[in-house]
């Protein structure tokens, strides 16, 4: 999908994943992991931010990017009247070089959102944009839908892809906004070093 795409979708406000609200299986991670180190953490695909927000509440020096310039416009108004400070930038994951390595990722809802032909894109990305021994945590949306966006991946899927360069530290199905409830998987990753 286009840059132009994506800006049409928020000039257009066709936008049914903006929940309002972080995601629910990262509160409750972050809620349930307080002694994590903090350090820098990278939410690529982060729409209007609310899960920056979340990062940045927790401490970590939290950095939103986005390829669709009014999704970083959104952001960067609702984080200053949050009184947060997080960064946000205009990017593509999938094709940028990062301005740093980061010492977390965290995925949700744009690995559903991109062509399927771009998935070894995207794991090249998260290799590319995390420090070796990071972590990349991910909320997967397991639909079956092929005719997206979204489109649906499997476990399996994701295992293929990640776990010749990623150790898997744990797996669960988190809490979820209420469509989608029953349908995420949270994976946590460690980069092999
Ligand atoms: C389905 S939306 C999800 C937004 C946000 N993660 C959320 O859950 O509210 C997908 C987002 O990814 C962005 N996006 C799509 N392709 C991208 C790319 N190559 N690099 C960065 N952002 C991208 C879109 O502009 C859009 O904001």
Not at 22 to 35: K, M, Q, T, W
Not at 109 to 127: G, H, Q, S
Not at 143 to 153: A, N, R, S, Y
Request: proline content about 7%.
């Amino acid at each position: 999908m286009s840059q132009n795409y994506w800006e049409n979708r928020y000039q257009s406000k066709d936008m049914p994943w903006e929940k309002g609200a972080p995601s629910p299986g990262l509160v409750d991670f972050l809620a349930a992991h307080g002694n994590l180190s903090r350090g820098s953490v990278c939410i690529p695909g982060c729409g209007t931010g609310h899960d920056v927000r979340e990062w940045a509440k927790a401490g970590f020096n939290a950095y939103g990017f986005d390829i669709a310039p009014s999704a970083i416009e959104l952001s960067r108004e609702k984080t200053k009247a949050a009184g947060l400070n997080a960064t946000f930038q205009l990017g593509d994951f999938l094709h940028d070089e990062p301005p740093v390595q980061f010492d977390w990722i965290f995925e949700h809802t744009l690995f559903c959102a991109i062509d399927l032909a771009e998935r070894e894109n995207y794991v090249r990305a998260v290799l590319r944009w995390l420090k070796p021994g990071g972590l990349y945590l991910a909320v997967n949306y397991l639909i079956p839908d092929k005719d997206g966006p979204p489109f649906g991946t499997t476990r399996d899927e994701l295992w293929q892809r990640f776990s010749q360069q990623f150790d898997l530290a744990e797996e669960w199905v988190p809490r979820s906004y209420p469509n989608r409830a029953g349908l995420e998987l949270m994976l946590w990753w460690k980069r092999k070093a």
